[in-house]
């Protein structure tokens, strides 16, 4: 880990690739300069928006590659392998009789309400399902040994299947004793030097069996692919700089090495909106705002995430694409609702919305890239609210181009271009809204509590009208809303998870869980001793899975945190904090049922350097640049004056009609908003009439 220098420059660069720009954060470790670049994405291979993108970024601002020190990445790539199942081909190996456990599932209709609709094919096909005769009990004894002839076996199995690229090995009760694995992964590994092998015990060793075998499969179909991508990448990182220390941001918040995310890429999953939302939580506590609701709108679909007291919520399970990955995330609710949606008449006759979208390629039809399909960017076009340029003048808008695509819509509708454009945008923002309301409402939250806290390339052109339609009186729009989630990449620390199934009751003989306890600790001091070499801190937190006995779901509780190593709290004061965690989610608790143990979870954090962005306080008379026509209503176009950004001081107070226009986002306020300049250059809107 390299130290901060007092005098010359040290640069940490974060990297977010999107659907349609790659977005780059750059921060001066010693003066806390910060500098902003975005290009357009490369979907065929990621990695060359990235490596084109940092060479501009040093060549633009005169940076010195050799004073890059760290590299923070944020990719799609496992989520989009496993969104279009372009993964590797995996066979699972599972004790005698559980090979269509990940087939059979928990059992539940994917649309309960829809009985044609399937729940998605299992990874590994049957035919690739391997048993093997071998047997560990519910307590961790071996109820029946595993014998070299069935290992012998499996392997003359494997060799049938030579276009097999991964393995995944999982097994019953191997979270309790996982040395069956451990022996038929050493086997494999020796027999097939170039097969990518993942074990349960090491990807996600909690009880479940479904969802350890769901999540290790869905590891071992990505390791392959996003092993190749995270290495290659890395090789052609050093080329451009030298010097820099690489990190991968994982679903959970925090950096972990390429060699990590290389063995462990399902962590990587929702990599960048988890980066979003980290940042959401840092600019907001420079506006000394700790409840936010995150607007990440992008090109593709729109990520939100409530984030209470400056703490982003973390979920233990999550479906993509309708497979299950059980491991610690950032808790991201997403829907298909971006600039690149596609709008088109539904078989109802009714105009419908996404999920389908144009992408970076060919993008939408206003772009000039190829797009014909009409899309939300191209009704912003025709309603004015984008300017003429994008991406600081990379990026040229054709109005008549966006007009062309509408129209078929506006004519089938019996609509002017423009109403048309008003219903694509109204559409959009419900199902922006009802993606809020799945982490708020639906979750026992009022939003109106709450800023919104709108970002990506999008997310200012939407917030005012999502805030309105769900009764949200105040906005915070970011000082750099389109790259914060290359922005919290920057902010991010080195994080490692540690997870073991412990099942004991509070109150009882609580001595097993106590050693789990300190068998984490020495995992979680032992990876600070190999990763963390000149962190500035450290800082170890213990939480436990609770439940009350008998049910079937628990809750995490975080129970010590610090610098030293944590221990195990007494009866009552774990009673105590798992009555305030069940009282907080579910309204109330009982004092007398018995509660116990499930897993003990130990998240250990490796603080890296960092320090306080500085940016100039801009100065000079408030003046638009443009004044155009924008349609807010279907009352018809208002004259709006558009004013740049980077020209509003503190303390600046602009009553909408306007639209504020900078490098990565564009901000719309409506004649019923104002905004204000705060002393962190973050605009905060006030919204009336709500």
């Not at 009985?115 to 690739?128: I, K, V």
């Not at 399902?266 to 000394?288: E, H, I, K, N, Q």
């Amino acid at each position: 880990m390299l130290q901060q220098n007092s005098s010359n420059p040290n640069w940490v660069v974060g990297v977010d690739v999107g659907g349609t720009f790659t977005d780059f954060s750059a921060r001066d470790l010693t003066t806390g300069r910060v500098l902003i670049h975005k290009r357009p994405s490369t979907p065929d291979d990621p990695s060359r928006a990235v490596l084109q993108g940092l060479r501009e970024l040093t060549e633009k601002y005169e940076i010195d590659p050799g004073a890059i020190t760290r590299f923070a990445h944020g990719t799609t790539v496992a989520t989009n392998a496993l969104l279009q199942r372009k993964g590797a081909k995996v066979a699972l190996v599972t004790t005698k009789g559980f090979r269509d456990l990940v087939e059979i599932g928990r059992q539940v209709r994917p649309h309960i309400y829809d009985l044609q609709l399937d729940a998605p094919q299992p990874l590994a096909s049957r035919a690739l399902r391997f048993e093997i005769d071998e047997r560990i009990g519910p307590t961790g004894e071996v109820v029946r040994e595993l014998s070299d002839t069935s290992i012998d076996a499996l392997v003359a199995q494997l060799r049938r299947q030579p276009e097999i690229e991964g393995v995944a090995v999982c097994l019953i009760f191997s979270f309790l004793n996982p040395t069956h694995e451990k022996r038929i992964a050493t086997a494999l590994r020796e027999a097939f030097p170039n097969m990518f092998v993942s074990v349960s015990s090491e990807v996600q060793p909690e009880f479940r069996e479904f969802e350890r075998f769901s999540t290790t499969l869905i590891n071992a179909f990505l390791q392959p692919e996003v092993g190749r991508y995270m290495n290659r990448l890395k090789l052609e990182v050093t080329t451009v700089a030298p010097n820099a220390e690489f990190g991968i941001f994982q679903s959970s918040g925090g950096l972990m090495s390429v060699d990590r995310a290389a063995q462990f890429p399902v962590r990587t999953a929702l990599s960048g909106p988890a980066a979003g939302a980290v940042g959401a939580a840092g600019a907001g506590a420079m506006s000394d705002i700790p409840d936010i609701i995150t607007l990440d709108i992008g090109g593709t679909s729109t990520d939100v995430c409530l984030i209470q007291a400056g703490k982003t919520a973390i979920a233990s399970t999550r479906d993509i694409s309708g497979f299950r990955i059980r491991l610690p995330m950032v808790d991201i609710h997403t829907v298909g609702a971006g600039g690149g949606s596609i709008a088109r008449p539904g078989s109802d006759g009714l105009l419908k919305v996404g999920p389908e979208s144009a992408g970076a390629v060919p993008g939408p039809a206003c772009y000039r890239r190829g797009g014909t399909l009409p899309t939300v960017s191209d009704a912003n076009v025709i309603l004015g609210r984008l300017p003429v340029t994008l991406t600081g003048g990379g990026m040229t808008i054709d109005r008549d181009l966006a007009v062309k695509a509408v129209a078929p819509i506006a004519s089938q509708l019996g609509l002017s271009v423009e109403k048309a454009a008003l219903g694509i945008v109204g559409i959009v923002t419900s199902n922006m809204v009802r993606a809020i309301r799945a982490v708020t409402i639906e979750r026992g939250y009022d939003p109106r509590k709450f800023v919104l806290m709108p970002f990506g390339g999008a997310g200012g052109l939407h917030a005012a009208d999502v805030a309105r339609s769900i009764g949200i009186k105040r906005i915070i729009v970011p000082r750099a809303p389109g790259i914060l989630c290359a922005e919290g990449l920057i902010m991010s620390d080195l994080q490692e998870d540690f997870v073991a199934s412990c099942r004991v009751r509070v109150g009882g003989d609580m001595r097993a869980a106590a050693s789990v306890v300190t068998d984490l600790v020495k995992q979680g001091e032992g990876w600070l001793a190999q990763e963390g070499e000149g962190a500035l801190e450290t800082r170890l937190v213990l939480s436990l899975d609770m439940r009350y006995v008998c049910q079937n779901y628990e809750l995490a509780v975080e129970v010590a945190s610090g610098s030293g190593a944590p221990v195990l709290p007494d009866a009552e004061q774990l009673r105590a904090a798992f009555f305030a965690a069940y009282l907080r989610a579910y309204g109330h608790y009982d004092q007398q049922a018995p509660i116990e143990i499930v897993n003990v979870r130990l998240r250990t954090i490796a603080k890296l350097p960092q320090s306080q962005s500085v940016t100039e306080n801009p100065a000079g008379k408030l003046e638009p640049s443009d004044t155009k026509d924008v349609w807010f209503d279907e009352a018809g176009p208002v004259s709006t004056p558009m004013y740049d950004r980077s020209g509003l001081p503190v303390g600046t107070v602009i009553k909408g009609p306007a639209i504020i226009t900078q490098l990565d986002s564009t901000t719309v306020i409506p004649p019923w908003a104002a905004i204000t300049v705060d002393a962190a250059l973050n605009m905060i809107m006030e919204i009336d009439n709500v």
